[in-house]
């Protein structure tokens, strides 16, 4: 039995009071990953939706969905999001095989004029043994967290701090480390990868950190640390295909990655080793 | 005023400033004279801390720092996903860097008058001297703001003050700060000061004689309800702008917690108090699930215009320049465009409210930026709002560039929140909140780059410092499930969700949720009307009898339920709508945020009555049937005089 | 580190015995040292150009470098065995680390489109076992002759000529030497960046220089083939 069977078609609200948009809505099939829990199973279930605007988000048609879903007594497909202004980081989904869908961008800032009527779109979780379904295409992420733990962070307890202005830091290092601090932990980079690694994650930390001045002190075990913990997790390594930087929505460069390369080995040749 | 709405009880007073010295050695000689826990006996006290964005992050990794043992909770995945992240524009701080007159006296003063004089001076004051070690902090910890090519931070100036004092890190200021605090709390969780409780959502606070000890909150993941106790607890759970549902507020930013405290006796101080932002990009349709807010710096170069006609829909680039209207350049001829946030909402609205309006369902106005184009040439814009440029051309699928943006107000954040006094805390002893849950600093209006100054100042600074005096008196006795005490809240959430699965009706959480944003928005939003209020006092218990008796509530309680959480929050914005009404309906003036259609100079400006409502309204819970209680703190300024704000 | 379980959480995660990007920089510098074998060794092949007493010396020569300090073949053993040293921590850090990736992932995507992948990129892997597996096959055909048509008992020249003059033998070098190249057109990518010493500026020399390094050496090995088997050799 598909679930198709069971909801013919689903319609969003807007059609009933904007007729003009029921003629323009969009037609869709949706192939969903639903998986219970992380101990079950999950499979590819089928729905329609019907009258989807393009310029719905793609998370507002995915609303539109659960909403049908909910009144039907079903349960609703399960997925992370939050901010839907692409900056926190919640979302993510692979879309018809793309970490964050056809466009370089949070799954939340996708919009439906991507689509044209009549398509068939696959969604899945991400997939990661570091990243465990919890349900549907909501994933576990805390391995990221913990990655941090391992040394994502300058030591500077609060209270401690020199006058801002004792430190300088050029232009230069101040604008590249900007651009690696602007990961938002999403994880598509892992979703994308080949290897389910989460290399440009780390990397972009790593670089963030490293190439300022009030990083330094820290540069050598951060690097070493956070790389331990990340094989840990359970990620896979790099292997400099790049898939990673093409699916991250803030376009982290792979830059990071060969930077995060050369700050470990110099660590390790200085003797540096992981906590264990 | 309505007396039939609520009921006054005694004025309330903040005790703890040392009113007795200068305000300018007030926090000094407050730190000073608070009670310290010694460093040995910080383990022995807990502290709850429920949120992780700026405010609450921050006091998290810090009181893991000084040695308390923390618990920190959080509804997301991760910590790092709390909305101070979305924050764009910047951090004020009273650096003086450009050497422009700027002081800490001169934030005070601008934040003070900024807030519409209804902000209490002793606490702005100390954020404004706090932000001074803010900046250091953020740099320590390797935030990248924006630098000069000396190496230098960089400032820029924001709306409401005539000095450069803005710190930021291009658009995304808050998530870098975020970073900051994030990075600083993981560290704590590493080193075993911090214990964390990732998505876990508290859904009541437990108070044990007259003090808070704890929390009921529910794992989203496995649905299981259960106490955490501890010697305080801190509220750093944000603001409440999604009971109007349509906010730039995260999907899942709600009033949960500062409510259920509420209703275990934490007043609730100037709940009208909403800061309406006038640069978002309009709503497209009713599945529209958020608004998205562009930084107001485009005000800067782009001129805002309705037709002359109501109803003209052309093409904007066919209306000639004779039949257009820049009405806040006609109406404001010295600022013009750059009138503050509130000038600006409102009379989008009005020009709305004529007819002409613009885009789908006529709710939005043009920011048209063909002149500034044309002046300084495509590249000159390109790189000075590219960002911006390119978000709208997103969200919209359309080309700035080419056809003027479209703008409408949208709600963005909520000066009221729970009261706290001088050592923020609430009138629970034992219960802080910080960040923008409290009332504190802001009075009726904020000025921008002020949020990401406040939630950090509670958080690194403030909290840390005042709490000891509390803890001092502690610790507090170990707890159980098994205190009548524990065992009612306890019970009392587990009802809760066993209620909402049970209701089994036809309509979705959100239903309701639009339904109640929406009449918040129409008469409780920008213009307020002791008719609409009325309205609204009427159909919000409507509602919210018609939310228990046919919410539908699909899925369980033992697995992870987006939907059962979202109608919990629901439930509580119902309550909330009634009191934010009440306490915009008793205000019969209009201050910063909160306009009365009845308080207005004749050409149509806001009108304070300082006679009659220079105070903050502290409003007390009352079991339903009762109305509640209004408890007034006197506003008092002996530094910064009053006066009545103009920007013709 | 506190943590409060919640089903959805993965296992204990497994220690770490090694380091992912320390087993990468094992790849990385190997390659490289066989990238530098591989040049020696093309330009020792063009010897056949010379004839056949100069290229059956020069095989000579290689056996007899540093006599009479030391014995016969000893430098010749000796880079036989780093060789083999190379080659065992090249493939000994790869299958590691792509055991690694298989853990990482067991439930591949229903779905799943490559965007930014190369050919070259993606078949590193398997393109790395043919060539080893070919490197075998050439070490017995021509080194040792066992599978040489000629056999064992014959000069190295001899050897070579009568395998290329067999074109199903030409067409297991092309192929090989081509999986070859492009595996070294993504390997010296790779290893640039996993060595450390890639970044924006310098990525487009360093994958030009791949490309054309690659095309080159893999031109230069190729010549010797198709010249035998075009009959310009021999």
């Known amino acids: 039995m598909t679930a198709t069977q069971e909801h013919p078609t689903f319609a969003s609200g807007t059609a009933g009071d904007d007729p003009a948009m029921a003629k323009h809505g969009m037609t869709l099939t949706l192939r969903v990953w639903r998986q219970k829990g992380p101990q079950h199973k999950g499979k590819m279930v ?5 009258d989807i605007s393009p310029d719905m988000s793609f998370l507002e048609m995915l ?22 202004e692409g900056i926190c980081g919640s979302c993510g989904l692979m879309i018809n095989g793309i970490a964050h869908g056809p466009e370089q961008t949070t799954t939340c800032q996708l919009h439906m004029r ?14 990661a043994t570091a990243f465990p379904v919890i349900k549907d295409l909501s994933v576990n992420r805390q391995a990221l967290d913990r990655i941090i733990q391992a040394g994502g962070y300058i030591s500077a307890p609060t209270g401690t701090a020199p006058e801002a202005h004792s430190i300088l830091v050029s232009k230069k290092d101040s604008d590249a480390a900007f651009d690696a601090a602007t990961c938002i932990g999403c994880g598509a980079c892992v979703a994308a990868c080949p290897n389910a690694s989460s290399m440009l994650f780390t990397s972009a930390k790593v670089t963030h950190l490293n190439l300022l001045p009030q990083g330094q002190p820290e540069r050598d075990d951060r690097v070493v640390n956070m790389i331990a913990q990340q094989d840990r997790e359970g990620f896979g390594g790099c292997t400099n295909i790049g898939e990673c930087s093409a699916a991250c929505p803030k376009g982290i460069s792979m830059e990071t990655i060969s930077r995060l390369n050369h700050d470990l080995l110099g660590a390790l040749r200085a003797g540096a080793r992981p906590k264990s | 005023m309505p007396l039939d709405l609520f009921a006054v009880g005694d004025p309330i007073a903040d005790t703890k400033a040392p009113t007795d010295v200068p305000i300018a050695e007030r926090w000094s000689t407050r730190r000073f004279r608070a009670r310290l826990v010694n460093p040995a006996n910080r383990r022995k006290r807990t502290v709850i801390v429920v949120g992780t964005g700026l405010a609450g992050g921050s006091a998290a990794a810090t009181l893991g720092e000084a040695g308390y043992r923390v618990k920190s909770f959080w509804f997301h995945d991760s910590p790092r996903r709390a909305h101070s992240v979305a924050a764009q524009g910047g951090i004020n701080a009273a650096k003086n860097y450009r050497n422009d007159g700027d002081s800490v006296h001169r934030l005070f003063y ?3 008058k900024g807030g519409d004089f209804r902000s209490r001076e002793d606490n702005v004051h100390r954020l404004a001297e706090v932000s001074v070690s803010i900046i250091d902090q953020c740099v320590a910890q390797g935030v990248p703001f924006a630098r000069e090519y000396g190496g230098l931070l960089d400032n820029r100036s924001f709306g ?9 890190a291009r658009g995304q200021t808050g998530q870098q700060l975020l970073y900051g605090a994030y990075q600083a709390l993981e560290r704590q969780m590493a080193v075993g000061t911090v214990e964390q409780h990732a998505r876990t959502e508290m859904l009541d606070l437990i108070v044990v004689d007259g003090r808070a000890r704890g929390i009921v909150a529910r794992d989203l993941i496995t649905g299981e309800v259960s106490t955490h106790f501890a010697d305080a607890v801190v509220l750093a759970t944000g603001g409440y702008s999604n009971v109007f549902y349509l906010s730039t507020n995260a999907k899942g930013s709600n009033t949960t917690a500062i409510w259920r405290a509420h209703k275990r006796g934490a007043y609730f101080a100037n709940p009208c108090y909403t800061q309406i932002h006038p640069t978002c990009i309009p709503v497209k349709g009713d599945y529209q699930s958020k608004l998205t807010l562009m930084s107001e710096s485009l005000r800067n170069d782009g001129r805002v215009w309705v037709p002359k006609e109501r109803g003209d829909t052309r093409d904007p680039r066919e209306i000639p320049e004779d039949e257009r209207d820049y009405y806040l350049e006609r109406i404001y001829p010295s600022f013009g465009n750059l009138v503050p946030r509130d000038i600006a909402s409102r009379q ?3 020009v709305c409210d004529e007819g002409r309006g613009v885009g789908p369902g006529g709710l939005g106005v043009y920011l048209d930026f063909a002149d500034a184009i044309g002046r300084l040439g495509r590249p000159a814009i390109e790189a000075k709002y590219g960002n911006l440029f390119d978000m709208y051309a997103q969200i919209t699928g359309e080309d700035p560039y080419e056809t003027p943006m479209r703008i409408y107000p949208a709600v963005h954040y909520t000066m009221g929140g729970l009261w706290v006094d001088y050592d923020l805390q609430s009138t629970i002893p034992g219960l802080f909140v910080i960040g923008e849950a409290n009332f504190s600093d802001h009075g009726a ?3 921008g780059a002020s949020a990401l100054m406040q939630g950090l100042a509670d958080g690194y600074f403030v909290l840390p410092n005042t709490i000891g005096d509390y803890l001092a008196d502690g610790p507090f006795g170990p707890l159980d499930d098994t205190h009548p005490q524990v065992a009612e809240a306890l019970g009392g959430v587990q009802a809760q969700v066993q209620k909402l699965l049970s209701v089994n009706g036809t309509r979705t959480p959100a239903s309701f949720h639009r339904e109640l944003g929406r009449l918040m928005w129409d008469l409780c939003g920008m213009e307020r009307s002791e008719e609409g209020l009325r309205k609204a006092l009427d159909r919000i218990p409507e509602i919210r009898h018609e939310f228990w008796t046919n919410v539908k509530v699909s899925g369980e309680w033992d697995t992870i339920n987006p939907t059962l959480e979202h109608a919990g929050r629901v439930a509580d914005f119902l309550e909330l709508a009634e009191l934010m009404c009440v306490d915009a309906l008793h205000r019969n003036e209009s201050c910063g945020g909160h306009f009365r259609a009845e308080s207005q100079t004749p050409e149509g400006e806001a009108l304070r009555d300082d006679g009659e409502y220079a105070y903050v309204a502290a409003w007390e819970y009352t079991p339903e049937g009762a109305p509640p209680v209004l408890h007034r703190e006197a506003l008092e300024y002996e530094y910064v005089h009053l006066a009545q704000r103009s920007y013709k | 580190m506190v943590t409060v379980t919640q089903p959805g959480q993965r296992r204990t995660p497994k220690a770490a015995k090694t380091n992912s990007v320390a087993k990468k920089a094992v790849v990385a510098v190997t390659g490289i040292i066989m990238v530098l074998y591989l040049i020696a060794h093309m330009i020792g092949n063009l010897k056949v150009f010379a004839g056949r007493e100069s290229f059956n010396g020069y095989s000579e020569w290689i056996r007899t470098i540093g006599e009479p300090v030391v014995p016969a073949q000893t430098t010749l053993t000796i880079i036989r065995i780093a060789l083999l040293t190379v080659v065992i921590a090249h493939g000994w850090a790869v299958v590691s680390l792509w055991r690694q990736a298989k853990r990482a992932r067991p439930q591949g995507y229903v779905t799943k489109k490559a965007v930014a992948q190369s050919y070259a990129s993606r078949t590193m892997r398997w393109g790395g076992v043919i060539v080893g597996l070919f490197i075998v096959y050439h070490i017995l055909d021509l080194t040792m002759g066992v599978v040489n048509p000629e056999g064992p008992s014959t000069t190295p020249y001899d050897r070579l000529i009568a395998g290329f003059s067999n074109p199903f033998i030409t067409a297991v070098y092309v192929v090989a030497l081509v999986l070859l190249g492009m595996h070294l057109r993504h390997g010296i990518w790779s290893a640039t960046q996993t060595l450390g010493q890639s970044n924006k500026r310098r990525e487009k020399t360093v994958n030009l220089f791949a490309l054309v390094f690659s095309v080159v050496l893999i031109g230069g090995y190729l010549v010797v083939p198709f010249s035998v088997l075009f009959g310009l050799v021999g």
């Open chain 2, 160 to 168: 409401g003050a005539q000095v450069s004092r803005t710190f930021y």
């Open chain 2, 110 to 112: 601008d934040t003070v």
């Open chain 2, 348 to 350: 989008a609205k009005n």
């Open chain 2, 445 to 447: 209006n904020r000025l």
């Open chain 1, 63 to 84: 609303d539109v969905l659960n909403e049908k879903l909910i009144l039907a007594g079903d349960d609703p497909v399960v997925f992370d999001h939050d901010c839907r």
């Open chain 1, 46 to 50: 089928t729905y329609q939706v019907e």
């Open chain 1, 114 to 127: 991507k689509f044209k009527d009549g398509d068939t779109i696959d969604i899945e979780p991400w997939r």
